[in-house]
T-cell receptor, first 115, second 112 residues
Framework: DTAVSQTPKYLVTQMGNDKSIKCEQN?????MYWYKQDSKKFLKIMFS???????INETVPNRFSPKSPDKAHLNLHINSLELGDSAVYFC??????????????FGPGTRLTVL | GDSVTQMEGPVTLSEEAFLTINCTYT??????LFWYVQYPGEGLQLLLK?????DKGSNKGFEATYRKETTSFHLEKGSVQVSDSAVYFC???????????FGTGTSLTVIP
């Protein structure tokens, strides 16, 4: 059973397009996250949702908009894609938020390439 | 604010060599500490964790001890294998806020 799943695994698109990445977790966790990993493997948190409510919103262009229809899903929509958006995007989940002792479980990643 | 600093890579070792990847942290309160591993083309997986001072986390031959006096959580393995080649991330979970902090990652390559 896949704990945290993301689709698609690869996404190649042209500059200026709008795209979405979907994430689902079947762990019953309360909190979900989106991270961006650049080519040097640096991991940057973008958003965090707890029970469908936004709790962390780091400095991210407003072209990025997360949507959480329920606590098992956190999708990422990106408008007007730019070359610098090319990266691997990871979804993750944890129980009761990051504060405290709860490890995060990661999805397999979505490699986005903007041409 | 809270943060994690880990040694820069890349690190290249021969099979059966001893591995140490240094990690130090800055935190208020009493954080939990983690090591994650990312194999090529995959997401991050929890390798081990420690939730209080002097705890030792261990898994797959890797160990790390939560040292409050030196604010460190160094990762060690006595004899690395080619299959250990991956990127290793030190991380901290703050118990005074709602944040999880990752280090910059250390790439390890083990050669036969």
């Amino acid at each position: 059973d896949t704990a945290v799943s993301q689709t698609p695994k690869y996404l190649v698109t042209q500059m200026g397009n709008d795209k979405s990445i979907k994430c689902e977790q079947n762990l019953g966790h309360d909190t979900m996250y989106w991270y961006k990993q650049d080519s040097k493997k640096f991991l940057k948190i973008m958003f965090s949702y707890n029970n469908k409510e936004l709790i962390i919103n780091e400095t991210v262009p407003n072209r990025f908009s997360p949507k959480s229809p329920d606590k098992a899903h956190l999708n990422l929509h990106i408008n007007s894609l730019e070359l610098g958006d090319s990266a691997v995007y990871f979804c993750a989940s944890s129980q009761h938020g990051a504060g405290g002792y709860n490890e995060q479980f990661f999805g397999p990643g979505t490699r986005l390439t903007v041409l | 604010g809270d943060s994690v600093t880990q040694m820069e890579g890349p690190v290249t070792l021969s099979e059966e060599a001893f591995l140490t990847i240094n990690c130090t942290y800055t935190a208020t309160g009493y954080p939990s500490l983690f090591w994650y591993v990312q194999y090529p083309g995959e997401g991050l997986q929890l390798l081990l964790k420690a939730t209080k001072a002097d705890d030792k986390g261990s898994n797959k031959g890797f160990e790390a001890t939560y040292r409050k006096e030196t604010t460190s959580f160094h990762l060690e393995k006595g004899s690395v294998q080619v299959s250990d080649s991956a990127v290793y991330f030190c991380a901290l979970s703050s118990n005074t806020g709602n944040q999880f902090y990752f280090g910059t990652g250390t790439s390890l390559t083990v050669i036969p």
